[in-house]
């Protein structure tokens, strides 16, 4: 059982579009993190939301922690090709022993065409 | 900038021998972690270390051992390789406390002939 659901697994659009990838959980998280990885490397941290109902910008990127600390999303606004890549969003959930080792999703792969 | 170094981009071995990946991080953290990364499979925890010489099983370590000597070096070895160990091996790093990120390696791409 996936304790971290994403959704779409694929998702392929054209330059300038919009997206919304979901993470999902029927557990509660303390923290959810969101990485992208491009081809060839390792996964690379975009952000951190702690609080239940949090929103973080970062340029054309929008996350929000949902409210019950559940699930997240990440919002892409105007996507360009340097978007492409797979995200994979992560988190400890709040009744693990262990608050070191992350939970992963299993990633969007996102590819914008130019 | 955190930097971690694994030895190897791609690495080819046969099946029996013995394998090392190194992985070497500059920034004095206290948890290190390998992964295997496999399509449709997503990121699958091996091991992963909070201190020198402490280590602790992951998801999957049938196969696998590692090897935690000094504070910025983890090793990862497969005593036997099989050709189910074929796969792309992520090593990362992170400080202690919650919530902190972990910072990720180029990844060792192993196939096992």
């Known amino acids: 059982t996936q304790l971290l659901e994403q959704s779409p697994q694929f998702l392929s659009i054209q330059e300038g579009e919009n997206l919304t990838v979901y993470c999902n959980s029927s557990s509660v998280f303390s923290s959810l993190q969101w990485y992208r990885q491009e081809p060839g490397e390792g996964p690379v941290l975009l952000v951190t939301v702690v609080t239940g109902g949090e929103v973080k910008k970062l340029k054309r990127l929008t996350f929000q922690f949902g409210d019950a600390r559940k699930d997240s999303s990440l919002h892409i606004t105007a996507a360009q090709p340097g978007d492409t890549g797979l995200y994979l969003c992560?988190?400890?959930?709040?009744?693990?022993?262990?608050?070191?080792?992350?939970?992963w999703g299993l990633g969007t792969s996102l590819a914008v065409n130019p | 900038d955190v930097k971690v170094t694994q030895s190897s981009r791609y690495l080819v071995k046969r099946t029996g021998e013995k394998v090392f990946l190194e992985c070497v991080q500059d920034?004095?953290?206290?948890?290190m972690f390998w992964y295997r990364q496999d399509p449709g499979l997503g990121l699958r925890l091996i091991y992963f270390s909070y201190d020198v010489k402490m280590k602790e099983k992951g998801d999957i370590p049938e196969g696998y051992s590692v090897s935690r000597e000094k504070k910025e070096r983890f090793s990862l070895i497969l005593e036997s390789a099989s050709t189910n160990q074929t796969s792309m091996y992520l090593c990362?790093?992170?400080?202690?406390?919650?919530?902190?990120?972990?910072?990720f390696g180029d990844g060792t791409r192993l196939s096992i002939l």
């Open positions: 920034m004095d953290h206290e948890n």
């Open positions: 992560a988190g400890i959930p709040s009744l693990a022993g262990n608050n070191r080792k992350l939970i």
């Open positions: 990362a790093s992170s400080s202690g406390g919650s919530n902190q990120p972990q910072h």
